[in-house]
């Protein structure tokens, strides 16, 4: 079965205290992968698409990277307004739409 | 920037009631969506559009339809609303099948 996992399902940082989030994966035939960042109360926001793995990409502090089986958003040196819920998503496998795992929600304290 | 704008941010409704949820997509998008998001659950895919007066059931459709009469308008109708579709509906769309998605803000649904 299609299926993605993240982990955890929430952290809490102090400022400036890098980490991980994970989102492990089970498709056959990966079409992409992609992490939106979620605030409170809004729609989820694009970050990144990764297609094979290796592929790494960056935007600020965040840096997503990929294996064939999971990829991880790195966070480095974390700021308050780094606050969210992080989705993973990938295209791929038996069913033609999207499979979103159910998040982690970043908290970040000053 | 590709805007993607549902009718309304917050709605309450009585059991029973026919709701309307409106979406609207400024990009010249082919394919829309509808998810609803429930805590523990994530987003799940209610049912998409690839084209005009297409639809497709995702994987949540029972108790819901759609229409999609123009491009950049797609709706998703409760036919007789019930509590346990009290929810957080969100739209979306995207130009081609496997590109990113363009998210609405999101309507937070009661249904009373």
């Known amino acids: 079965e299609d299926q993605v996992t993240q982990s955890p399902e929430a952290l809490r940082l102090q400022e400036g205290e890098s980490s991980s989030l994970n989102c492990s994966y089970t498709v056959s035939g990966l079409r992409g992968l992609f992490w939106y960042r979620q605030d409170p109360g809004k729609g989820p926001e694009f970050l990144f698409t990764l297609y094979s793995a290796g592929e790494e990409k960056e935007k600020e502090r965040l840096k997503a990277t990929l294996t064939k089986k999971e990829s991880f958003l790195h966070i480095t040196a974390p700021k308050p307004e780094d606050s969210a819920t992080y989705l993973c998503a990938v295209h791929g496998g038996s069913q033609g739409n999207l499979i979103f795992g159910k998040g982690t929600k970043l908290s970040v304290k000053p | 920037d590709v805007k993607v704008t549902q009718s309304s941010r917050y709605l309450v409704k009585r059991t029973g009631e026919k709701v309307f949820l409106e979406c609207v997509q400024d990009?010249?998008?082919?394919?829309m969506f509808w998810y609803r998001q429930d805590p523990g659950l994530g987003l799940r895919l209610i049912y998409f559009s690839y084209d005009v007066k297409m639809k497709e059931k995702g994987d949540i459709p029972e108790g819901y339809s759609v229409s999609r009469e123009k491009k950049e308008r797609f709706s998703l109708i409760l036919e007789s609303a019930s509590t346990n579709q009290t929810s957080m509906y969100l739209c979306a769309s995207s130009g081609h099948v496997d590109e990113k998605l363009f998210f609405g803000s999101g309507t937070q649904l009661s249904v009373l």
């Open positions: 990009m010249d998008h082919e394919n």
